[in-house]
């Protein structure tokens, strides 16, 4: 029997806003809830090492669903839906669980992914999760918008295996012959560590320098990609309210841009100012959480799917939401109650003392130090500094400001060392390197009246540069800063060389648009 589609009756729907009105359609589709079919039974068929359910991840919590929804319905033929936007993210332990998710352009009848240890060879079906997204129209010139978004768990996997997998639904099938092009693949990460590359960067959006950037990024052939936030720019204002201006559509045309990267390199994402949609509950995250398949082992996978943690070889990765501490942008600050920074407190602390992680890295949007255009945010700097010194975190990567900027390595807000391009810096005795991250292909901001760009082939030294922290009242509180050592007024992203060992080291540069390095450093742990 179809599912009948739910909608706000006209009188009610009226009244209530935008937010409140994706909780109601939320609560009526979360009546219709049915457990997803498990696969464990046949998880070790094949020799694949694979124990397969629903989708995971954030967006159900608890037990693994699939939301009965308007998806349950096709009226379309499947032989002519084509999936595409896929993007993979790890679980939360890499070496064993991979996430794979997709979008269909209309609703078909039961999506899932197979999955082999070779393309021509996608022994095992793992159904899929829908996750339906109902945008209401928010203007004349925007209709109401129905986006449907699959995910697949895959847990139980060998470290250290490349696997190939293909999606589809009723009426297309990835094993058919003639659609090669349909398969992707992936690689968990190792059982020990040994040397790896991942990259970085934020503020990416939809044009031909962001495409171009992840085209040079996949080159690196990165184990995994870490997104600071300001993923496709849907809502173009950022100040994360109802009046901003919005398009869900946009998010199509960005995962689709996306996927050549995304579809064999786990994209890694955190929220930025202008991933807060409004329009969607909880804390304007509930677009995020249709979107995404994260590991959910934050404060709250739900109210904050930016947040969370992963290690990768002797790397330990924390992602957080600077929304929840911003001064500049307080559309979301407090929203946790302070549930995030304890979370991080712990979570901090438990990577210190875990055996074999050399090295932590932390990543979310806004800038704890930069000189560009938004500056340095005094949120941060007075929730986490204090337990990124206390932890010892290695390296910290920001977005925000479209630019590249990288920082000496700082000590109680003083330089605590220089560190010139190609030098080494120890976190433990020298402080803690800020990279700003902020050319992944958005329109690009500048530095201010008289400060040069200074990188590796054209070093400007400044003794010290004007620039401003944003307070708790929101005044931009001017400062005169010693610490920013590298400036790029250009596309760019990191891409950081991790080396495990008895001389443990990341070696991380800055490369441009074109592939040119424009910055590199090293982080060593016991440097001399």
């Known amino acids: 029997m179809d599912t009948p589609k739910v909608g706000i009756p006209e009188p009610l729907a009226s009244r209530m806003s935008m937010p409140e009105q994706h909780a109601y359609l939320r609560s009526k589709l979360s009546r219709r809830r049915v457990l997803a079919r498990s696969f464990a039974a046949a998880g070790t068929a094949g020799g694949l090492g694979l124990l397969a359910g629903g989708s995971g991840g954030a967006y159900g919590g608890g037990p693994r669903v699939a939301v009965a929804s308007s998806a349950g319905r096709a009226r379309v033929d499947g032989a002519l839906v084509a999936p595409f936007g896929r993007h993979l993210a790890f679980g939360a332990d890499p070496r064993t669980q991979m996430r794979i998710s997709w979008q269909v352009p209309l609703a078909v009848r039961s999506p899932y992914v197979r999955v082999g240890p070779r393309p021509w060879e996608l022994s095992q079906k793992i159904e899929a999760e829908v996750r339906d997204l109902h945008t209401p129209s928010l203007s004349k010139k925007l209709p109401a918008v129905e986006q449907y978004y699959l995910h697949a768990a895959l847990d139980g996997l060998r470290p250290g295996t490349t696997y190939y997998y293909g999606v589809g639904h009723d009426g297309f099938d990835p094993a058919s012959p003639g659609r090669p092009a349909t398969i992707g693949s992936f690689r968990t990460a190792p059982e020990r560590p040994e040397t790896f590359v991942f990259t970085a960067f934020g503020d990416q959006g939809v044009g031909h320098h962001a495409l171009a950037v992840d085209q040079v990024l996949l080159g690196q052939n990165p184990s995994f990609h870490l997104h600071a936030g300001d993923l496709c720019y849907a809502d173009t204002t950022g100040h994360g309210k109802e009046s901003d201006t919005y398009d869900a559509r946009v998010w199509d045309t960005f995962l689709a841009q996306t996927e050549s990267v995304a579809k064999s390199v786990p994209w890694m994402v955190t929220t930025g100012n202008h991933d807060m949609e409004a329009w969607y509950s909880p804390n304007g995250y509930g677009g995020q959480a249709a979107r995404w398949s994260l590991p959910d082992n934050g404060f709250d996978p739900r109210e904050a799917p930016g947040v969370y943690s992963f290690t990768y070889g002797n790397v330990g990765v924390v992602a957080l939401d600077a929304n929840d501490v911003s001064y500049e942008i307080p559309a979301n600050r407090g929203y946790s109650g302070g549930r995030q920074t304890a979370w991080l407190d712990r979570r901090l602390g438990e990577l210190r003392a875990a055996e074999g992680i050399d090295f932590v890295v932390v990543f979310f949007h806004h800038c704890a130090y930069s000189t560009s255009t938004h ?32 920082t000496d390595a700082i000590k109680n807000g003083e330089v605590g060392r220089p560190v010139p391009v190609g030098a080494s810096t120890d976190p433990a005795r020298d402080g803690i390197v800020y990279v700003t991250a902020g050319g992944g292909g958005k329109d690009l901001y500048g530095f201010g009246p008289g400060v040069k760009d200074s990188h590796e082939g054209a ?18 509180a001017p400062e005169t800063v010693e610490w920013s050592r590298v400036r790029y007024t250009g596309f760019s992203f990191l891409a950081v060389e991790v080396t495990a060992g008895a001389r443990p080291r990341m070696s991380v540069s800055a490369l441009a648009g074109n592939g040119e390095r424009v910055d590199h450093f090293e982080v060593v742990r016991g440097a001399q």
């Open 459 to 476: 070093v400007h030294d400044h003794d010290s540069v004007a620039t401003f922290r944003w307070t708790k009242s929101r005044h931009a």
């Open 375 to 406: 500056a340095s945010d005094g949120g941060v700097r007075d929730a986490w500094l204090p337990l990124f010194a206390r932890h010892r975190v290695d390296l910290v990567i920001n977005g925000h400001n479209h630019v590249y900027e990288r």
